[in-house]
């Protein structure tokens, strides 16, 4: 059922279509990965799985905020679905906003939704090399 006044899917599947995106595939620690990266204004999306669906989404923002009359940013990350005992999804959550605030782009958060093999979410080497490979596409 549509809400009165809000956008058809076919109207939000049409804008993200629009949107810049990149699409592709590597090598994880010898699994095949996914990943998917899309830019909105302030913000981006990025979708990285193993298992073919999102069982982990993480947001990870920067503001501004003024201290003593200085300028200062501070970055927090929430998880929003899947476990809260697994370290390294906000890890790499954190790492890939904090190369993506260093350019000169707009961009202030990035939600990050994970599909990592269960038997691979305590290894750091696979979260390092997925911040990794998303840092060289971006």
Same mark, same amino acid.
């Given at each position: ?10 109207? !939000?599947?049409?804008?993200m279509?629009a &949107?810049p995106? @990149?699409?592709?595939?590597?090598d !994880?620690?010898g699994?095949? *990965?996914e990943f998917? /990266? *899309?830019?909105?204004?302030?913000? #981006? ?5 193993q298992i073919?669906?999102? $069982? $982990?989404?993480? #947001? ?5 905020k003024?201290? @003593?009359?200085?300028?200062? $940013? ?5 998880? &929003? &679905?899947?476990?809260?005992? +697994?370290?390294?999804?906000?890890l790499?959550?954190?790492a890939?906003l904090k +190369?993506? *605030?260093?350019k ?7 939600? !990050?939704?994970?599909?990592?093999? #269960?038997? #691979?979410?305590?290894?750091?080497? !696979?979260?390092q090399t /997925? @911040?990794?490979i998303?840092?060289?596409? &971006?």
């Amino acid at each position: 059922r549509r809400v009165h006044g809000g956008p058809s899917a076919g109207a !939000v599947f049409e804008l993200m279509a629009a &949107l810049p995106q @990149s699409q592709f595939v590597a090598d !994880v620690c010898g699994v095949r *990965t996914e990943f998917v /990266i *899309t830019h909105f204004k302030n913000r #981006l999306f990025v979708v990285v799985t193993q298992i073919g669906k999102i $069982s $982990s989404l993480i #947001l990870a923002e920067t503001e501004a905020k003024s201290v @003593s009359g200085e300028l200062n $940013s501070a970055s927090t990350t929430r998880i &929003l &679905l899947g476990p809260r005992n +697994h370290a390294y999804l906000e890890l790499c959550a954190q790492a890939i906003l904090k +190369h993506i *605030t260093q350019k000169p782009r707009s961009v202030q958060s990035v939600l !990050v939704g994970f599909g990592i093999k #269960l038997e #691979l979410l305590d290894d750091k080497s !696979v979260f390092q090399t /997925i @911040s990794e490979i998303i840092q060289q596409q &971006l």
